[in-house]
């Protein structure tokens, strides 16, 4: 009953009055898309590469013009600027992303299906043709207006995967606002940390959240930031449920407005290095950081790598099971594919719920061509057998992707093989909040060019990868490892840090000067193809949720009875990695068992239940150097079991300490395992 009722309000607010057969857009340029599209001819993928390599103005500036529809066209396709290494695209371009995603389909195909919303209630997805996501879009650009949401200002959005939470970010758009998406699985402080450093005037939410048959309380989170967020004006709030929320003064019923509102809003004119969203994202130190991406060159790379590495043709349906609080959801759920015309899938559920056949369920019923997934949710379901999978036609797959953190060969041969059928191109794609869109991915290449198995392989066109030695020397040939640089600005790459230019330069331009540098290692083969070796800073992956260990210690240093903290990642089966904490306490004290209990609520509230440890050992002490620096390298190797290797303890000030937390992890594996 309830889930009936849940599904026919969703219906209701999805049937908001139907928009007017015509839209208003602004006119098209001597350099809109009419035709350009062929300007650069499917099928010489090598002649595109090298082009894009040897010419990257005269290629992005081809692609643009093909690509996007400009209000005024731009005069320069790209500017080197400080910091060497970065650039600014299509200078002197105006345009209109969501007039790019939603009207120049809408003129075309207003019927076509821009969003499947695969509900987590299973069998009751909603189909969103580009015409209605238009007209929400504007009912919502038009709430946000009349509430004076303006151009330039900050709008957070805090809402599970729907189709109102990609209008929510297309409205933002449509009237020049930046939005700021966070992840609803965020807690209240790591929300308002996020809005308080961005200074949003709003926040759109949900009165709760569904995922796994699970409600979570949305609207309650949201009050609880905001309390101490005065730059908060108005908190609009949708109905994701039929529960009734305590609506405050500053509250606003985000349906009852949208059904008032006027169904038509005038697109702002947006310069290209305009913002487009700023989305938060951990560093190895320090808070998280708002990344910043602008306009045209954002859209453009998301489109492009979107339609090339996933060979995505019209009619095909595209299934990214990305939430839209992770770049990949900006990227590929929605501005890539959306700029594309495309019809995407939109996941609110999870790859086990009802059972862990959900994703090839869904794959069968929706018909889904590409699939794009993480790691983490293959290994899982691999557990659980072929027969999963099996059951269910996944004959319209064409090809399956996989993004976020390394895929080992074991999930990358089951999800080629038992997925895919062995028939499926399988792309490991490689790329950041940073830089926009995929940068390393076995596609786009000559077609039936060889794939090797869990390895990302080929740079994207525009993209020329450098692997550095530790004197800041390029390493030359084959075979051969090295820290991963960007040797050449391509149009997606981050434009700056939100408030912290400084910080911008220092963590991506500062340690090879000249490149933009990924904080990853990489391995590039006999062959010339590269493989991602890991993160060369401490920044973990737990579920492909990307994590600074930093975080975890500031958030446990809360505790009163625990003066220091050490967190490292540890390999985990399912998860890709974890955190392991090691702990010193203030006074030996019986309730070790509840401060380890403290400790994960506080990481838990301060930032999100992934972060939580899955280990927390207690040691006298921490392995420091004579300057007081924590070695963490000494606490990996203990935890990945390679304490044999401990390299060079020189530094420490009692390399005594080593046999003393060596000694302690073998008692806590001994007991834990009886
Ligand atoms: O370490 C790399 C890892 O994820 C980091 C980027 O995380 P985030 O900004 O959250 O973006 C994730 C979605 C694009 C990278 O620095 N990573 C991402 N993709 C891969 C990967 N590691 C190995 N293989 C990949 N395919």
Known sequence: MALAAARARTLRALSLPRPPARVPVPARSCCSQAGA????PPGEYRAWRERAARDPAGFWADAARGWL??????????QPCAPA???????????????NCLDQHVEKSPNRVALIWERDEPGTAVHVTYRELLDLTCRLANTLKKYGIQKGDRVAIYMSVSPLSVAAMLACARIGAVHNVVFAGFSAESLAGRIMDSGCKAVITYNQGVRGGRTTELKATVDEAVKNCPSIRHVFVAQRTDNKVQMGDRDISLEEE??????ICTPESMDSEDMLFMLYTSGSTGKPKGIIHTQAGYLLYAAFTHKYVFDYQQGDIFGCVADIGWITGHSYVVYGPLCNGATSVLFESTPVYPDPGRYWEVVQRLKINQFYGAPTAIRLLLNYGEEWVKKYDRSSLKVLGSVGEPINKEAWQWFYEVVGEGR???????????????????????EKAEIIPAMAMRPFFGIVPVLMDENGEVIEGNDVSGALCIAQPWPGMARTIHGDHQRFIDSYFKAFPGYYFTGDSAYRSQK????????????????????GTAEIEDAMADHPDVPETAVVGYPHKIKGEGAFAFIVLKEQTPRVDHIKEELKTIVASKIAKYAVPDHILVVKRLPKTRSGKIMRRLLRKVVTEQSSNMGDVTTLDDPSVVKEIMDAYQKYKEKSSS
């Open 258 to 263: 949208m059904t008032k509102a006027d169904s």
């Open 69 to 78: 529809r400009w209000d005024s066209p731009f005069h320069t396709a790209w």
């Open 85 to 99: 290494g970065s650039a600014r695209w299509f200078l002197g371009g105006r345009l209109n992303v969501s007039v």
């Open 37 to 40: 599209r062929g300007a650069l």
């Open 528 to 547: 010339g193809y590269y493989q991602i070796t890991g993160r060369m800073d401490d920044i973990i992956n737990i579920s492909g949720h990307r994590l």
């Open 424 to 446: 499926c191109a399988l792309v490991d794609t490689w790329w950041q909040t940073e830089t926009g869109g995929i940068c390393i991915a076995p596609r786009p290449s000559e």
